[in-house]
């Protein structure tokens, strides 16, 4: 049997070149925004998109695709067209090769790639060090040399400022402070978590509405380490020219937010539990008159669309791995020595964990839809090849001869005998690795993918279960009548003989 390498990668390629969707038909400039996944970034991401729509242009907006350098990349290969960021993070995570930067050499450094960041918004959200009051006052801390003192307390830092060379690395020489095991977790866990008293501090922005809601105490940065964060649009120089109606509705954000109404409007989405979008509409009316109305969508219609993303993440990338794994199963098969190199191989891709895949596949296909898929066919593999070389090798030694001694062509033997009778093992493989799809496809949401990891990320950044659950039991219900489904597929496919045999 003849394995077609390149016809394989190019129904690879074509597959995850369209899964994009159809193209458009609209005339008008598209302009991609992007936010990263904390609310503020999704509040300001949805006034620019807002603010392009309103232009004329045809705005789509990139949310909560996970951390800074997920956005900065994709801002670079142009994957997106602007997003909202700090002068802080620009100068001392993104540019940091060689030390701070002054502004002049931001500027230049962003221009080399292609880049231009705005004038300021009008609000700066600093980094910060948290707690309860009440907690506070307990251990007798007001500032964060006094955390030196208390070497007991718990810790809890986002993962980015974690490691982050603005972040708790030179915090931590800086104060000279002791405290070992911190560690690392979502924002918005964190904050459950020093709220509910299982963590004694945290890493916060300033700007954060919980800040008020819940009285916590901000400690005094007393030996001045951390930067000045003021907030900028950052956008792609070529914008100007694809759409610079677009480009100046963005730059008239600048200077119109100031502190307290970021604050409000961050609260208004985080602690009233309106939408971005609503939360948007509402300071755009109010600032510059312009007229948007959020997306109407009941949570019927989010469950659809968030399901429908879902099953074509699940189905391309299993549709790719069978095309790819079974033959790569039945050389195994073949060539037992080789074969082992086979499975090593696809059993390496098992084991990287599937967030540091997705990240892996962004430099190469982006962001969306497309390293989503990539990741999901590399960890359908193993299962499929697996089970495909274990079936065809448990087949019984007299029926494979009978097979040979009567004459017949080896692809006759393999397509019409071999292949049927390790079926139920090959659809077993297939049926694990759909599951598992099923699953790990709840992260391409962090990459711009959708599906039904979208509203689980939501309700985690919301700390609204509801939503969480939006996305979660519709996957859980997909998993198992996926599994229903191969079950009833294997009663088909496999005859009862085999079934019995195999039991």
Same mark, same amino acid.
């Given at each position: 049997?003849?394995?077609?390498?390149?016809?394989?990668?190019?129904?690879?390629?074509?597959?995850?070149?369209?899964?994009?969707?159809?193209?458009?038909?609209?005339?008008?400039?598209?302009?991609?925004?992007? %936010?990263?996944?904390?609310?503020?970034?999704?509040?300001?991401?949805?006034?620019?998109? %807002?603010?392009? !729509? %309103? !232009?004329?242009?045809?705005?789509?907006?990139?949310?909560?695709?996970?951390?800074?350098?997920?956005?900065?990349? @994709?801002?670079?290969?142009?994957?997106?067209?602007?997003?909202?960021?700090?002068?802080?993070?620009?100068?001392?995570?993104?540019?940091?090769?060689?030390?701070?930067?002054?502004?002049?050499?931001?500027?230049?450094?962003?221009?080399?790639?292609?880049?231009? @960041?705005?004038?300021?918004?009008?609000?700066?959200?600093?980094?910060? +060090?948290?707690?309860?009051?009440?907690?506070?006052?307990?251990?007798?801390?007001?500032?964060?040399?006094?955390?030196?003192?208390?070497?007991?307390?718990?810790?809890?830092?986002?993962?980015?400022?974690?490691?982050? /060379?603005?972040?708790?690395?030179?915090?931590?020489?800086?104060?000279?402070?002791?405290?070992?095991?911190?560690?690392?977790?979502?924002?918005?866990?964190?904050?459950?978590?020093?709220?509910?008293?299982?963590?004694?501090?945290?890493?916060?922005?300033?700007?954060?509405?919980?800040?008020?809601?819940?009285?916590?105490?901000?400690?005094?940065?007393?030996?001045?380490?951390?930067?000045?964060?003021?907030?900028?649009?950052?956008?792609?120089?070529?914008?100007?020219?694809?759409?610079?109606?677009?480009?100046?509705?963005?730059?008239?954000?600048?200077?119109?937010?100031?502190?307290?109404?970021?604050?409000?409007?961050?609260? /208004? @989405?985080?602690?009233?539990?309106?939408?971005?979008?609503?939360?948007?509409?509402?300071?755009?009316?109010?600032?510059?008159?312009?007229?948007?109305?959020?997306?109407?969508?009941?949570?019927?219609?989010?469950?659809?669309?968030?399901?429908?993303?879902?099953?074509?993440?699940?189905?391309?990338?299993?549709?790719?791995?069978?095309?790819?794994? +079974?033959?790569?199963?039945?050389?195994?098969?073949?060539?037992?020595?080789?074969?082992?190199?086979?499975?090593?191989?696809?059993?390496?891709?098992?084991?990287?964990?599937? =967030?540091?895949?997705?990240?892996?596949?962004?430099?190469?296909?982006?962001?969306?839809?497309?390293?989503?898929?990539?990741?999901?066919?590399?960890?359908?593999?193993?299962?499929?090849?697996?089970?495909?070389?274990?079936? +065809?090798?448990?087949?019984?030694?007299?029926?494979?001869?009978?097979?040979?001694? +009567?004459?017949?062509?080896?692809?006759?033997?393999?397509?019409?005998?071999?292949?049927?009778?390790?079926?139920?093992?090959?659809?077993?493989?297939?049926?694990?690795?759909?599951?598992?799809?099923?699953?790990?496809?709840?992260?391409? @949401?962090?990459?711009?993918?959708?599906?039904?990891?979208?509203?689980?990320?939501?309700?985690?950044?919301?700390?609204?279960?509801?939503?969480?659950?939006?996305?979660?039991?519709?996957?859980?219900?997909?998993?198992? =009548?996926?599994?229903?489904?191969?079950?009833?597929?294997?009663?088909?496919?496999?005859?009862?003989?085999?079934?019995?045999?195999?039991?």
């Amino acid at each position: 049997m003849s394995i077609r390498y390149p016809a394989t990668a190019m129904l690879l390629a074509s597959l995850l070149s369209s899964c994009g969707g159809s193209r458009s038909t609209d005339l008008r400039p598209e302009v991609r925004i992007g %936010s990263k996944k904390f609310t503020e970034s999704v509040v300001l991401g949805e006034a620019l998109t %807002s603010l392009a !729509a %309103s !232009a004329g242009a045809r705005a789509i907006h990139r949310r909560e695709l996970g951390g800074t350098r997920i956005l900065f990349d @994709a801002l670079v290969r142009g994957d997106i067209d602007a997003y909202p960021e700090y002068t802080g993070t620009l100068r001392l995570e993104i540019l940091h090769e060689g030390g701070p930067r002054n502004d002049e050499e931001v500027s230049r450094e962003l221009a080399r790639r292609g880049l231009a @960041a705005s004038r300021p918004l009008g609000f700066r959200n600093d980094y910060a +060090l948290g707690m309860t009051r009440q907690r506070a006052q307990e251990v007798s801390v007001s500032s964060i040399s006094d955390l030196a003192r208390h070497p007991d307390l718990e810790l809890g830092l986002t993962s980015e400022f974690l490691d982050r /060379e603005d972040g708790w690395p030179g915090l931590a020489r800086r104060y000279g402070l002791p405290h070992q095991g911190v560690r690392g977790l979502d924002h918005d866990l964190a904050l459950r978590g020093l709220i509910t008293g299982d963590l004694d501090v945290i890493d916060l922005y300033t700007t954060d509405a919980e800040i008020r809601e819940y009285d916590l105490a901000l400690l005094e940065d007393d030996r001045g380490y951390f930067e000045t964060y003021e907030a900028v649009i950052l956008y792609r120089l070529d914008l100007a020219r694809r759409s610079p109606e677009a480009l100046a509705a963005l730059l008239s954000l600048e200077g119109l937010i100031d502190e307290p109404t970021m604050v409000r409007m961050n609260a /208004e @989405a985080k602690i009233e539990g309106r939408s971005e979008a609503e939360v948007a509409a509402r300071f755009l009316g109010e600032k510059l008159d312009i007229v948007s109305e959020p997306p109407a969508s009941d949570a019927l219609s989010r469950l659809l669309r968030h399901t429908g993303e879902h099953l074509v993440l699940v189905s391309l990338s299993l549709a790719l791995a069978i095309v790819v794994a +079974l033959p790569l199963g039945v050389f195994a098969a073949r060539r037992p020595r080789t074969g082992q190199v086979v499975l090593g191989v696809t059993g390496v891709l098992q084991t990287i964990p599937s =967030l540091a895949l997705l990240v892996f596949m962004i430099p190469l296909l982006g962001i969306g839809s497309a390293p989503a898929i990539a990741a999901l066919f590399f960890y359908s593999l193993l299962p499929i090849v697996r089970n495909t070389c274990s079936g +065809l090798r448990d087949i019984p030694g007299p029926l494979l001869e009978s097979a040979e001694a +009567l004459g017949l062509p080896h692809r006759f033997r393999l397509l019409r005998i071999e292949l049927p009778l390790a079926a139920r093992s090959i659809l077993a493989g297939i049926k694990t690795a759909a599951v598992i799809n099923v699953g790990t496809a709840t992260l391409g @949401a962090l990459v711009g993918a959708g599906g039904l990891g979208q509203p689980i990320l939501t309700g985690i950044r919301r700390n609204d279960v509801g939503t969480i659950l939006l996305g979660a039991v519709p996957a859980a219900l997909l998993a198992l =009548l996926v599994q229903g489904l191969f079950e009833l597929l294997e009663r088909r496919l496999v005859s009862p003989g085999l079934r019995a045999t195999r039991r």
